[in-house]
């Protein structure tokens, strides 16, 4: 390594640094080796940005986290009640799914006769908890019909493990804590013992898997299994199995890099277990 050189230095003073401290065997200047990859980030990254602008600028993110009522207005943007609610029938005890309301505080024991005023005919409202922009009934199986009616099973399980993380609330952010430092520690001792099995498992992961997906595309296209969208498929199948052999290609001309890479990670794993507290 060089030594280090001030940030501004004439270029007399930089042919005399360099006089007094020669770079040794093997050195080379630093310059950018991945501009390509460098590229096609700031390519992504863009892309990523104007969709987003045009999502925001087009779109309404209000309608993900908001529900409409039963006349299609959005609580809390159509009207001034925030939450949504839905009835249940007095005499079957069943909740209504098809007609919601928009209420603007969810139903408690003290607050049950007015929150009826919402419900019409022999509906009648119930205590119920708040989860985001919705007052959701108690008991599993009553959000799963609720759910299921309005967003599918997904929502159900979100939902419902949502409710589950708020229970245990206080419990959360020491048991995250924990496991992160622990989680942390053990990443770093397989880097830093097993580095090169977990490069190769990698790569063989990269080139056995886009090549193993594009085998089957490719299969389902010649078998004509997929009529609705064959060609979809058949280039899919291409384009996987292309860039399995260019990653082989690319990891076989490269395996003296590979291999300094991971020295590399291993020099790292060395200096932090130094400082095991740099995890911290």
């Excluded at 993900?64 to 159509?78: F, H, M, P, Q, T």
């Excluded at 292309?242 to 890479?261: P, Q």
Aim: glycine fraction near 8%.
């Amino acid at each position: 390594r060089r030594a280090a050189m001030p940030a501004v230095l004439t270029e007399a003073e930089q042919e005399e640094h360099h006089t007094r401290h020669p770079p040794l065997p093997g050195h080379r200047d630093h310059f950018c080796t991945d501009l390509p990859c460098l590229l096609a980030l700031v390519a992504c990254l863009g892309l990523i940005g104007y969709i987003g602008h045009y999502a925001n600028e087009h779109g309404d993110h209000r309608k993900i986290s908001r529900g409409y009522n039963s006349a299609k207005e959005l609580c809390g943007v159509d009207n001034d009640a925030p939450l949504l609610f839905w009835c249940r029938d007095n005499s079957t005890q069943n909740i209504d799914v098809s007609n919601p309301v928009c209420i603007h505080a969810c139903p408690t024991e003290e607050t049950l006769l007015d929150s009826s005023a919402f419900c019409n005919g022999s509906y009648v409202a119930y205590p119920a908890q708040t989860v985001g922009n919705w007052c959701l009934p108690h008991g599993h199986a009553n959000v799963a019909k609720v759910l299921e009616a309005i967003s599918g099973q997904f929502a159900t399980h979100a939902v419902t493990f949502w409710r589950d993380v708020r229970s245990i609330g206080p419990l959360m952010l020491p048991a995250v804590l924990g496991s992160s430092i622990a989680l942390g520690y053990m990443y770093l001792f397989l880097m830093n013992e097993c580095a090169e099995t977990l490069v190769k498992m990698c790569q063989l992961f990269l080139v056995g898997g886009s090549l193993g997906l594009g085998g089957f595309c490719l299969d389902v296209f010649i078998k004509g299994k997929a009529t609705a969208y064959a060609e979809l498929v058949g280039l899919t199948g291409v384009a996987l199995v292309s860039i399995g052999v260019f990653l082989f290609i690319l990891f076989c001309c490269h395996t003296k890099h590979m291999g300094i890479a991971v020295g590399c990670i291993e020099a790292a794993c060395e200096c932090i277990n130094q400082e095991p507290s740099l995890l911290l």
